[in-house]
């Protein structure tokens, strides 16, 4: 549960520096931020299958012969991070494009690594 608190924490934190922005009820903030708590969501349900099953899975094919394969979750993983990754860039850049005047005491680099 510590993990989710954290994040949690972090994804108000996001939010409270969007609003001093002036950009937290932008239809593009809103949209893409919601979309990366999903994608949170997604990573964080991917730790525990790869946790739970390890790296390597058994694959069972139709006439029951058995392989042992990279489990497919860690692709999955590395795309959802990837995404998560572009999706980082996106809200800074709506950040940076849209709010309001110029960025004071170093909040939109809190906003950065809040979002990490």
């Known amino acids: 549960m510590p993990a989710k608190t954290t994040l949690e924490k972090q994804a108000a934190k996001v939010l409270e520096l969007a609003?001093?922005?002036g950009v937290a009820s932008n239809y593009f903030f809103e949209t893409t931020f919601k979309r990366y708590e999903v994608q949170m969501r997604i990573?964080?349900?991917l730790?525990?299958?790869i946790e739970e099953y390890g790296a390597t899975v058994t694959k069972e094919y139709v006439k029951g012969r058995k392989n042992l394969v990279?489990?497919?979750a860690i692709t999955e993983y590395n795309k959802t991070s990837t995404a998560a990754n572009g999706t980082v860039s996106t809200l800074i850049s709506?950040?940076?494009q849209l709010s309001d005047?110029?960025?004071t005491g170093?909040?939109?680099k809190d906003l950065a690594a809040a979002l990490k």
Do not use: F, S
């Open 19 to 21: 609003r001093e922005r």
């Open 43 to 45: 990573l964080k349900d």
């Open 47 to 49: 730790e525990a299958a």
């Open 70 to 72: 990279a489990n497919p």
């Open 94 to 96: 709506i950040v940076k």
């Open 101 to 103: 005047g110029e960025p």
């Open 106 to 108: 170093g909040k939109l």
